[in-house]
């Protein structure tokens, strides 16, 4: 028989790394990203037995409102880790120091929740009313806050010509 | 070849930049740790190089802010350059100290020139020569801060120290982000006994350490920063325990611009967790539909954020598992649960007036060992709420005569003006018998 505590680690052998990508994007800092991630994963944890259907769905909620939430909170501290955010670890990296700079710095640029519109809108995929219920607002707002998010990556992707890059990448 | 549009180029972009992204193999491990202690935030930052803690301070600078833009070409960059921190004299004992002071530069040149390579890691990208603010001797021992114009922000700031060996090492480095922050101070030396700051011309505070008053409420004691020539050395408070400071620009209106520093490289908040063991939302009143746990969540933290219960920035927090909500009969709706702060759990009940401000009510620190640890007596008589999780909960009002009874389960609202006898019915063992005072 599969306990509570062989579930949630399956679910996080299974889920960390996706859940780690949009963290970091929501939070454009790795190590804080890491950090909300632990922090929301000790939640599920604890809410394990109220979470009925999609764990991970229930992860990325929390990530969300924590990102928000954590922003909101301490909306006035410089966010100072993003100066050291990139991660310099892995070769690939290695290779689009430029490009990961570029976006992470135009994303901690952006106000927490036109950050999160973004990252649920063009990295998770999601339909603007299912961005609206996580954000808690209308698909409305969604949509005006993704577009000028999205302006706003725009203006760095040409600037730094890494929209070519990106395209060349699934060509 | 594809031709993308501008949405999928984006959305490739991030797909990209995430790709050799992956979660720590020790990540699980982590997750259990703190599942264990239950000591679930970390909030503290830790800044700079070589895992320093660098306070970066938000300052509505009045020198800082005249004309600094983001654009690179603007009015801004020309003021940022023109700026007296990069174009005054060197302040500090070891100003004239040429040995000294050329070190330091060719730290800074090889630094620059390594991993740096004249950016940081966000893109800040830094230009022309640092100029030396200052350079000085600390208990730490020799030390430097230079400052640099940058494309974006304005100007950045550096401090260096040397080892005992004679080695200059950069102790944290930081761009000024929007126009009016800069960097405020570094703790310098691998013993953490000297907070550095530089004199960017406002008036600084710094408190050693944080209160929690009886009631529950958080408070810092500042003391005014001193600088001399440049800069102020600070003392930081050591010891075997790791503890949090802040430091802040004098007026301050609300928390918001506190930075703070650890004395330490581990974070000090490992408390044991002393909440109470319950998981849900218990509804005080029969029938009433509840919001859901996170509405409820959220609704209680900013209330007792707002009132001065929590503390942005702390290291770890342990949040309420359970609420007791339920509706007045003026149609307040109350929210019960509890926060862990420090070494102990409190417990507290808001109270939303339809239209007013959220109000407070301390109600005491968790006792797990106690028949009722959960009592609360809410203002202007208004009654009590109970809580006890997996328990039928019988009331009446004390005197000769049953003068009125209820019941609840989980949780209950009691009135207010009485005398109080409870029954606690776990199902298990022998009902329990409490009293409330009038």
């Known amino acids: ?171 | 070849m594809t031709q993308l549009t501008e949405d999928e180029q984006v959305r490739v972009a991030l797909r990209l930049v995430t790709s050799p992204v992956v979660s720590s193999p020790d990540l699980l491990l982590e997750v259990r740790h703190r599942i264990r202690r239950t000591s679930v935030r970390r909030r503290v930052q830790r800044f700079g190089v070589g895992g320093f803690a660098i306070a970066m301070m938000a300052m509505t600078a009045v020198m800082l802010n005249a004309g600094v833009t983001m654009t690179a070409t603007g009015p801004g960059l020309a003021a940022a350059a023109n700026h007296v921190l990069l174009s005054g004299p060197t302040g500090g004992d070891l100003a004239a100290d040429t040995g000294f002071t050329t070190q330091v530069m060719s730290t800074w040149t090889a630094w620059q020139q390594g991993g740096a390579n004249g950016h940081y890691d966000d893109g800040t990208q830094l230009t022309e020569q640092m100029h030396l603010a200052w350079a000085g001797t600390t208990p730490a021992g020799d030390a430097a801060i230079g400052v640099q114009a940058t494309v974006q922000t304005g100007l950045a700031v550096t401090y260096f120290l040397a080892g005992s060996a004679g080695a200059v090492t950069v102790q944290g480095t930081g761009p000024i982000r929007t126009p009016g922050r800069t960097l405020g101070g570094v703790i310098i030396g691998t013993e953490r006994k000297v907070l550095l700051s530089l004199d960017v011309g406002q008036p600084m505070e710094y408190a050693s350490s944080r209160s929690v008053a009886p009631d529950g409420h958080v408070s810092w004691r500042f003391a005014s920063v001193h600088y001399r020539d440049g800069a102020a050395i600070i003392a930081v408070p050591t010891g075997p325990k790791a503890h949090e400071m802040r430091f802040q620009r004098v007026g301050l209106a609300s928390d918001e611009d506190q930075v703070y520093v650890l004395n330490q490289p581990v974070s000090p908040y490992e408390s044991d967790d002393r909440r109470l063991a319950w998981n849900g939302v218990f509804s005080v009143n029969e029938g009433l539909p509840t919001p859901s746990f996170d509405s409820l969540e959220r609704r209680f933290n900013d209330a007792l954020y707002a009132a001065g219960y929590t503390d942005p920035g702390q290291g770890a927090e342990m949040e309420s598992g359970w609420y007791a909500y339920g509706r007045l009969t003026d149609s307040t709706e109350m929210i019960t649960g509890e926060y862990q702060l420090d070494d102990v759990s409190r417990v507290f009940a808001v109270l939303l007036v339809p239209g007013g401000s959220p109000v407070v009510v301390f109600g005491g620190v968790v006792n797990r060992e106690v028949d009722l640890p959960v009592k609360v007596r809410l203002p202007d008589g208004r009654g009590w709420v109970v809580v006890r999780a997996d328990t039928t909960i019988t009331w009446r009002i004390a005197g000769p005569g049953i003068q009125d009874t209820g019941v609840g389960h989980d949780a209950a609202l009691l009135p207010g003006g009485h005398e109080l006898q409870l029954r606690l019915d776990t199902g298990g063992t022998a009902p329990k018998q409490v009293s409330l005072p009038a």
């Open chain 1, 1 to 171: 028989m599969v306990g509570k505590d062989d579930e949630f680690d399956a679910f996080v052998r299974g889920s960390s790394t996706r859940l780690l990508r949009s963290a970091w994007l929501l939070v454009a800092d790795r190590q804080a990203a890491e950090d909300l991630l632990q922090e929301v994963l000790v939640k599920v944890y604890f809410a394990w037995g109220r979470i009925e259907t999609n764990p991970e769905a229930y992860a990325r909620r929390a990530l969300v409102r924590q990102a928000i939430n954590r922003h909101r909170y301490r909306k006035r501290r410089p966010e100072s880790t993003a100066a050291y955010g990139v991660d310099r670890t892995s070769p690939d990296i290695a290779d689009s120091v430029a490009l990961q700079r570029s976006v992470i710095a135009a994303l901690h640029e952006l106000p927490p929740k036109q950050r999160a519109a973004v990252v649920l809108r063009y990295f998770e995929d999601l339909s603007e009313a299912e961005a609206a219920v996580l954000l808690g607002c209308t698909g409305g707002t969604v949509r005006a806050q993704a577009s000028r998010g999205l302006a706003r990556l725009r203006a760095v992707l040409t600037s730094e010509d890494t929209g070519d890059r990106a395209a060349e990448v699934v060509c």
